[in-house]
Every structure is written in C-alpha cells, then in structure tokens.
C-alpha cells in the first residue's frame, strides 16, 4: 500500500515570530544611531580643533586663536557628549547634539559672515583659520553638522527615545497569544475553560 506524499505546508510564520497581542513592536533606532555617530565624528573633529588652535597659541598670542579655541572645547563637548548619549538611548543626547549641531551651523555661518562683509575681525573655528585661505574647508563641518541636526530632530529619533524597553523577565502569555489546540493538554499557568465539576 502506497502513500501520498503531502509537501510540508508553508507560507505560515512560526509561533512567536510576532510580537504577542499586547506589546507593540520597538521602533527603528536607525536615525538616531547615525545622529549618534555623526555627533562623535563632529565631536572629534572639533577637539583636533581645539588641539590646533593651542598649539597655534604657543606659536603666537592671538585673540581670534583663543575664541576658535573656547568654541571648538565647547563644540567638541556638546556633540561628543550628546552623540554618546543617544548611542546609549539618552533622551539629554538628543538634546545636546541638536544644540552642538545646530551651534556648529551657526558658526560656520557666522564666519563667512564676517569674511563676506571683509570684516578686519578674523575669525577661527574648527580648527580652520579663514586668513590662510582654506575657508573651504568649513564645508566638511558644515554639510554633517546639517545631517547630524537633521537626523537628531525628526520624529522618529523620538519615538525610538521615547519607547521603552519591554522590563527584564516578564511572563509571556501562554503559547505566545495561539489558543490551546483541541487534543492538546493546556499550556501550563493556562486556566481551564467550561463548568466546575458538579459536587456529589
């Protein structure tokens, strides 16, 4: 006697391969992981900024060296501290490396400013001292920093802060939400369903 061979049924998802009924899925924390990344790489860039501008003060005493060197120290902090903050899922990250972006951004532009109207005040940031002719370079700041701002401000950088994680041990539902199939003993913790046995 021959059997028929039945291929094995497919095209139906494993138990527990969805969530149970209940829990909601985590957002993605794609745009927040690369804001984080972009912070630290601007972070880095403006401590060599920083290093730059001091070893440049121990040449010549100049003002415009001391101020690039306070805004890069403090450019530097904000985004290396915001960027590994909303690495490890701060919601203060965000905040500091929306304001080192976005203050990055406006002093980029406040030093064409002051080249565009031939100011006689020179100014330094980033390491770059416009008087030397290599205001382009301000560019590779520029373009990250408006990145890096963007990625930390949209919605769903938030809604990945903001979601919380499911709590350390917690019981998941008997047969992760499937009902008890007929045949089958209850799943164990399962309350048995129907009538109390009658008293004798």
Known sequence: ??????????????????PPPGMARQPSGATAIMAGIFAILGGLWFLAGTV????????????????GAVLD????????????????RKRAGRLLTIIGAA?????????????????????????VMLHFGFGWLLFVVLIPAIATLVLALIPPTGRWLAAKNPAAGAVQPPNFGYPPQPGYPPAPGAQQQGQPPAQW
């Open 1 to 18: 006697m021959t059997y028929q061979q039945y291929p094995p049924q497919g095209g139906y998802p494993a138990p527990g391969a969805y």
């Open 52 to 67: 730059s501008h001091v070893i440049e003060l121990s040449h010549y005493a100049i003002s415009f060296l001391v101020v």
């Open 73 to 88: 120290l403090v450019s530097a902090a904000l985004l290396l501290s915001g960027g590994i903050l909303l690495l490890v």
């Open 103 to 127: 203050g990055s951004i406006g002093f980029v532009a406040l030093t064409f400013l002051f080249r565009a109207i031939g100011s006689s005040f020179y100014f330094s940031y980033g390491g």
